[in-house]
């Protein structure tokens, strides 16, 4: 007759500091045991199992009910991040099978993404992940697709620092590959985000570590582009926020 509860998270880190979980901050423990082998091979592992997700027609299995069955909904921000990180694995691991399965999943994420008729929960954050995905692919005029569609939706597009820090990456990554009217865009987006970073606290505001992580890539990759000193030293402290 024991009642069982169970509960689920997204993004969930926490810290190791006392015996309480706060459900709030990263766990993060020192490991000088692991080595780069135990590194690819999980890694290897990870992106197989990602594969194995993958329908035939090169989208991800969509959200299940463990007790109906059914499907609860499809997360499409997730499924393009993860056909963007199974493609960089292919790359850098030289996996030609995870590769081609990312080039599946862009083609079907395309045709969905750009249906105006078809519901797509935060289609800008999902834009920028597209738009990242395709760099990765090489596939550059669907990137500057996804880049001019999130520019002409941004002024209408509710500030979130997930969503706003993940296209100041992506338009900056626009600009760094030589596009650079994309600069100004990616710079207000960033900070914007730098600002309610700032601001959180006063405000009794929880940061969360998953809204405002981007920050150390966008603002090194600003730094890249424009060569200002301030750019690098706030990709570091938000790096040692984050640690």
Wanted: charged letters at 20%; one cysteine or more; glycine letters at 8%.
């Amino acid at each position: 007759n024991t009642k069982i509860y169970s509960f689920g998270t997204n993004d969930f880190m926490e810290g190791i500091t006392g015996n309480i979980l706060d459900m709030e901050g990263p766990v993060v423990k020192t490991a000088t045991d692991i080595t780069e082998k135990d590194i690819r091979t999980s890694a290897n592992r990870a992106a197989d199992w990602m594969a194995s997700l993958i329908n035939k027609d090169g989208g991800f299995v969509a959200i299940l009910n463990p007790y109906g069955k059914k499907s609860d909904g499809y997360d499409w921000a997730r499924t393009v991040f993860s056909g963007w990180a199974l493609g960089e694995f292919g790359k850098v691991f030289k996996n030609a099978s995870h590769v081609r399965d990312a080039k599946i999943n862009f083609i079907r994420n395309k045709k969905f993404i750009f249906d105006d008729t078809a519901y797509v929960k935060d289609r800008p954050l999902v834009l920028s992940y597209l738009g990242q995905q395709a760099l990765s692919l090489g596939y550059l005029p669907d990137a500057l697709l996804c880049a001019d569609t999130i520019i002409k939706q941004l002024g209408r597009t509710p500030f979130n620092p997930l969503i706003f820090s993940q296209i100041a990456s992506f338009l900056g990554m626009m600009a760094l590959r030589g596009n650079t009217k994309y600069l100004e865009y990616a710079l207000q987006c960033a900070n914007m985000t730098k600002n309610a970073f700032d601001e959180s606290p006063a405000l009794n505001v929880p940061r969360g570590i998953a809204n405002y992580a981007e920050l150390v890539n966008t603002f090194f990759i600003l730094y890249v582009c424009i060569g200002d000193k301030k750019y690098i030293d706030t990709s570091r402290e938000i790096a040692l926020w984050i640690l």
